[in-house]
């Protein structure tokens, strides 16, 4: 129901308490003014107008402590509607500032502005921000660095220093026209023209050479690399040439020290490294490039590179030393480094790992087809790309699911969501019946009770090219138990499962031809995105939303919806 006079005059009262308490705790709460807006930038050559925040690419950091509670009025001047959202932030029973478009809210329309109220709670490492409307995000977005509370300090030496490295891509054209092309037409969205660190390809590009991303470093010091891929379709190698990289976190969790010569890091993940600068004063390449498992599937084969200047007297030599990265197509590479990964699981920071479940949904993530007048797309055989998940290729609404829930309005969703697939078969099979390419259409949602154990499977398939998939939930972190390739068995494949000190994180990357098993508690009441983090498997329907129903008391339940949110 709409919030009553006497209930806005309790949850004003109740969010003075929060803001008096946050104060005895140590806890901090900020305001920010951000405007987005179009802002000319040059790359490889070629000189355009891109969406920003305040100017800004990648755009502002935001520097927090754990617990924190921050204020972000967010007014847009650009030439599209727009939202946010906060990669990582479990905003607890906050789900209206949370940010997907048609999912928790309606888009910000130009001219128009509205205020996240963003809640942290256990997170601490890295997380991130982006824009979740359309293709938005592959210019706006930015890192969030959570710091430990006042008085708490790391598991590990401090470092010296802390430095963003924001992955990501630059394209010559507009990247909605781009998008908007592509579903128009059926096929492939044309592919990036270059990767970039620190949004610049880098001196591989001549026309990036002066603006390469340098990293001065004293000998001797330890730096934290912040990493955050915020490419929009490949997975990613990452190395510092002749420099080894200790990874203690990623997704705003802490990790159990990980030494590597690279990383492999999907869209929407993020790493916390440990760098040591300890090698001969020099120039050495940081450098990144695709990985890309998918057989017949395009990819951006560029290589960004940005600079590791050690600072002293010395001459420079005339290319600085580049790194060994694995071969673009090399899962064994990329499983071999991410099957490494383990919660820190300390007493200072405990992991609660779900020894069993309620509820098991086991979901094929596919791509797809759908059939075109004539056989008149651009598409597979003239057909329409599609994705799904459990063959249902999710198609956003025209009222937002939240306040479809809130307000009981009808006809906007349906709560059928599967919690097996509809047909069983050979998932990963090299050869398919043309009957399996092609999904149901629809808004379909998953309703689960509050504070129920949930395992869910994803199911890999090799429909038109099995690829590894980085699966996003919202509203939570949860623990990757397990993980295959082939099919998942439901009786012999939970015996190996990690209860341990799995790694606790909100994007998995699900292998090619493989399946990958999350579990965690559904404490969070309220209406969740879940999708890949493949902006185009994301835009063909690779989603879907998942609803956790309130507890018994108002701690227990959703927050009232604000007095201001964007109109449909």
């Not at 010569?261 to 390449?285: E, F, N």
């Not at 480094?337 to 479940?357: E, N, Q």
């Not at 956003?396 to 009981?408: F, G, T």
Request: hydrophobic share 35%; charged share 15%.
């Amino acid at each position: 129901m709409e919030v009553t006079k006497k209930g806005l005059i309790l949850e004003l009262f109740g969010l003075l308490l929060l803001e008096l308490l946050c104060l005895c705790l140590g806890r901090e709460t900020y305001h920010f003014n951000w405007n987005i807006t179009l802002s000319s930038y040059t790359r490889l050559n070629s000189t355009k107008e891109i969406l920003t925040v305040n100017g800004l690419f990648p755009g502002p950091a935001l520097h927090v402590r754990r617990g924190d509670r921050v204020f972000i009025n967010v007014v847009n001047h650009g030439n599209y509607n727009i939202t946010l959202h906060w990669h990582g932030v479990k905003q607890p029973r906050n789900p209206w500032s949370d940010g997907p478009e048609y999912i928790t809210q309606c888009p910000i329309q130009v001219g128009a502005n509205f205020t996240y109220e963003i809640n942290l709670s256990t997170e601490e490492g890295t997380l991130w921000w982006h824009a979740h409307s359309d293709w938005s995000r592959a210019t706006v977005h930015g890192p969030i660095f959570v710091y430990p509370m006042l008085g708490a300090s790391y598991p590990f030496p401090k470092p010296y220093s802390q430095v963003p490295i924001i992955l990501g891509n630059w394209y010559k054209g507009d990247v909605m026209e781009i998008i908007e092309t592509a579903l128009a037409l059926g096929g492939e969205p044309n592919q990036s023209d270059a990767h970039t660190i620190n949004g610049q390809p880098g001196d591989l590009f001549p026309s990036s050479k002066a603006g390469t991303f340098k990293m001065v470093v004293q000998k001797g010091k330890t730096y934290l690399l912040r990493i955050i891929n915020a490419g929009m379709n490949e997975d990613t190698f990452f190395a510092v040439a002749n420099h080894s990289l200790t990874v203690v976190g990623s997704d705003g969790a802490y990790l159990k020290p990980i030494k590597t010569d690279y990383i492999m890091i999907t869209p929407g993940q993020t790493m916390d490294c440990i760098l040591k600068a300890d090698k001969t004063l020099s120039h050495y390449y940081i450098a990144a490039k695709s990985y890309s498992g998918g057989e017949g599937v395009g990819y951006d084969n560029s290589t960004a590179t940005a600079i590791i200047e050690y600072n002293g007297t010395y001459t420079p030599p005339s290319t600085p030393f580049f790194p060994t990265l694995p071969d673009f197509n090399d899962t064994d590479a990329a499983t071999n480094y991410t099957s490494r990964l383990r919660s820190l699981a300390s007493k200072d920071h405990p992991i609660d790992v779900p020894k069993s479940f309620d509820i098991r949904v086991y979901t094929t993530i596919s791509m797809n087809t759908l059939p075109c007048v004539n056989n008149s797309c651009d598409g597979p055989n003239g057909a329409r790309l599609s994705s799904s998940m459990n063959n249902i290729s999710f198609r956003n609404p025209s009222v937002d699911i939240l306040q479809a829930y809130y307000k009981r309005i009808k006809g906007v969703y349906k709560t059928n969501f599967p919690n097996e697939p509809p047909n069983y078969y050979n998932f990963t099979a090299d050869q398919f019946s043309s009957n399996l390419s092609t999904p149901m259409v629809g808004t379909k949602v998953k309703v689960v009770k509050f504070n129920s154990t949930v395992e869910i499977v994803f199911q890999g398939t090799n429909l038109y090219s099995g690829e590894n998939h980085p699966m996003h939930l919202h509203g939570y972190s949860f623990y990757w138990v397990g993980w295959g390739f082939g099919n998942f068995n439901k009786t012999a494949d939970p015996k190996s499962y990690n209860l341990v000190d799995p790694p606790e994180i909100n994007t998995v990357g699900v292998p090619k031809k493989g399946w990958a098993a999350i579990r965690f508690r559904a404490d969070n009441p309220g209406v969740w995105f879940m999708h890949c983090h493949l902006e185009r498997h994301a835009s063909w329907g690779m989603n879907t939303v998942l609803i956790v129903k309130n507890g018994k008391t108002r701690p227990t339940s959703m927050r009232r919806k604000p007095r201001h949110v964007p109109p449909c």
